[in-house]
């Protein structure tokens, strides 16, 4: 005897099926039409760090639209800060709780296959080395995109004006003016985007994600 789950075993490896089961050209027509099942598509925690302007959320909305066929989930700073980690406020504890957030929730979509891209200022080295080592206790790639400009750059780019306040002291705690950012050393990848476009620098993390798998 054999069982229908055992035909579509041997269908799905390639495997000779006896011909006491099955004529062969019977088969045939068979293996054609039954798919061998997908492998589980590898996710990854993408995470962008850098100063407010330095392109985060630009770069994630474009590497999502090139990934279309992708299963990709952007994980925004700002609208985090809406909505999940609503009523924290800027000091280095709140900070830190949002960005363990941003983590936690990008780590169980990695898990399940998704790439979850994290695009949040996340200043401070030691709170993303520790979201970092929770991904990599959990089998899940975490690539680093240390995103920067000049800070004349990132002026020009701000419509709201905040640095220019920042910088006049009419506006404390400012990420990058009167708050520490601290750079990381040795990120997988670091762009400087005022020299650079969204579409050179979507190849360059595409690039990147490639030698992670997660793209072919």
Known sequence: TVSGTQLRELLQS????????????????????????????KGVLLWFTGLSGAGKSTLARAVEKRLSHHHVEVLDG???????SKGLGFSKDD?????????????LLARNGVLAIGAAISP??????EVRAHAAAEGVA???????????????RD?????????????KHFTGV?????APVT?????????????????????????????A
């Open 14 to 41: 390639g495997r000779p099926i006896p011909p006491e089961i099955t004529r062969p050209e019977i088969a045939e027509i068979l293996r054609r039409h039954v798919k061998a099942p997908e492998a589980p598509r």
């Open 78 to 84: 700002d609208e985090i800060r809406t909505t999940l």
């Open 95 to 107: 900070r830190d709780t949002n960005i363990r957030r941003i983590g936690l929730v990008g780590r």
């Open 124 to 129: 401070y080295a030691e709170t993303r080395n």
């Open 142 to 156: 975490f690539v680093e995109v240390h995103l920067h400009a000049p800070m004349d750059s990132l002026v020009a």
């Open 159 to 171: 419509t709201k004006g905040l640095y220019k306040k920042a910088l006049a002291g009419e506006l």
């Open 178 to 182: 009167d708050d520490p950012y601290e």
């Open 187 to 215: 990120p997988e990848l670091s762009l400087d985007t005022s020299s650079m476009n969204v579409d050179a620098c979507t190849a360059k993390i595409i690039e990147v994600l490639a030698r992670f798998g997660v793209v």
